[in-house]
């Protein structure tokens, strides 16, 4: 790529340094590669070096609408003058019209703020629980929430219980009970799962850290259909797939389904601030009452005035027209590399998985490669690379992305 000094001939005693004092003092719990950034705008990073990166992880999609975005930096200056954080003992004048425009936009009536993915996702489930026992009359302690094999929903204790992923889960339990996990894209072995104690299913529509894993096109539909008649709830995790991501507001666009609760985050907080959410109607978000649920930071005035520009940007239909566009320019470019080094390429959107051949190498070689090369992605699985750049890219950095690819794997060769 046209970085503003050479990949692979600078030096590297900036990024060295840097890295030594992460070893030292940081705990190990992640294999980043060997790049330090300093600075980023729209799609590109700029690191210790100076050296510029294409930065197509886009942090796992919470960064869809760019580094650096002028309207949300806008919206962000504009709160940080004026009050950042109250609590939610009190009210504040961002939360309201945020809470408003975001079930709006989503076509729901209520909202419950949050910060993170997994308190998203930990919402969810108590929710689905009270629901079960205040509104179906499941019995008192036994309520049972359906998961998918391969899911991936974050890392409390309670969410890494329902995992199949060895290395998120051992040596954390004891594991929190109630969940079943059945294979994903199978709406038969879901239906057979369900029984009286079932409150809910809650599954990615399109499975991200699966490896951008998208189910038949009759799969949702079907989930929807079952939970439906079954009087079970369904809960999708929009939280890497929504927000423009694959062309659409959330992934369940893509095939008409409406869930029952939508879970939201990464890019809802605009890359700014963590911002998530459980967006529903009211026969579900209204079981909760006053003390039974909360968090000091969800729902702060700043984080609802960034999200609140989020909603504005995707109310336009902009970003969504843009992912949709230009991800099918990627895909057709990565569709031609398929028996070159590439066994399959899957995903919607801008969002794109890649299985590289492991004869040719592996995917963190692939990403090692990509990286000398100026451009920043992220393996999965040992040989699935995953692209999701940010939403701003253009049509001439997805050309160029698609031949630094083959640069990358040809080098492997
Ligand atoms: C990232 C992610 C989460 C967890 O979000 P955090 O903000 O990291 O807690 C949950 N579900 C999905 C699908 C995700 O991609």
């Not at 790529?1 to 030292?24: F, K, L, N, R, Y």
């Not at 290395?167 to 369900?194: K, W």
């Not at 909760?288 to 729902?299: A, D, K, V």
């Not at 949709?324 to 895909?331: D, I, P, T, V």
Request: aromatic fraction near 6%; charged fraction near 20%; charge should be negative.
């Amino acid at each position: 790529m046209h970085g503003s000094t050479q990949h692979g001939t600078s030096t590297h005693a900036a990024t060295d340094a840097a890295i030594a004092v992460e070893d030292a003092s940081l705990a190990h719990n992640y294999h980043p590669l060997p790049v330090v950034v300093a600075s980023a705008e729209g799609a590109w990073v700029t690191d210790v070096e100076g050296r510029r990166y294409l930065d197509c992880l886009a942090a796992y999609s919470a960064v869809n609408f760019g580094h650096g975005n002028p309207r949300l930096l806008e919206a962000a200056r504009a709160q940080l003058d004026r009050v950042t954080l109250t609590s939610r003992a009190f009210h504040n004048d961002r939360l309201g019209p945020f809470a408003e425009e975001l079930a709006a936009l989503l076509g729901k009536e209520m909202v419950l703020p949050m910060n993170t993915g997994a308190e998203a996702v930990e919402s969810g489930i108590k929710l689905a629980r009270a629901w079960g026992y205040r509104v179906k009359g499941v019995r008192p302690g036994a309520a049972k929430i359906i998961v998918a094999n391969g899911n991936f929903h974050g890392r409390t204790t309670t969410i890494i219980s329902f995992s199949d992923d060895e290395e998120a889960r051992a040596d954390f339990g004891p594991y929190t009970p109630g969940f079943v996990s059945v294979p994903y894209g199978d709406a038969d072995a879901l239906e057979a799962a369900i029984d009286d104690d079932t409150v809910a299913v809650l599954l990615e529509p399109i499975q991200g850290e699966a490896g951008v894993v998208v189910p038949p096109v009759e799969y949702l539909p079907r989930v929807r259909q079952v939970t439906r008649d079954r009087n079970v709830l369904f809960i999708a995790d929009e939280i890497q797939s929504g927000l423009g991501r694959t062309g659409v507001t959330v992934s369940c666009d893509l095939v008409d389904v409406v869930p029952d609760l939508y879970l939201l985050g990464k890019a809802l907080g605009g890359g700014i601030v963590p911002v998530s959410a459980v967006v529903g109607d009211r026969d579900v978000l209204g079981v909760l009452r006053p003390g039974e649920h909360g968090s000091t930071f969800g729902g702060n005035p700043l984080a609802a005035a960034v999200g609140l520009e989020v909603v504005r940007m995707l109310a336009s239909g902009e970003y969504q027209e843009r992912a949709s566009r230009l991800g099918a320019r990627l895909r057709t470019g990565l569709e031609a590399l398929i028996g070159h080094g590439v066994t399959e390429v899957r995903g919607a959107g801008l969002w794109m998985g890649i299985d590289i051949d492991p004869a040719v190498g592996s995917g963190r070689q692939v990403c090692e490669r990509l990286m000398e090369r100026g451009v920043l992605a992220k393996d999965t699985h040992g040989s699935t690379i995953r692209l999701a750049p940010p939403i701003v890219i253009s049509e001439d950095e997805i050309d160029d992305l698609v031949d630094t690819l083959v640069s990358a794997i040809d080098d492997l060769r």
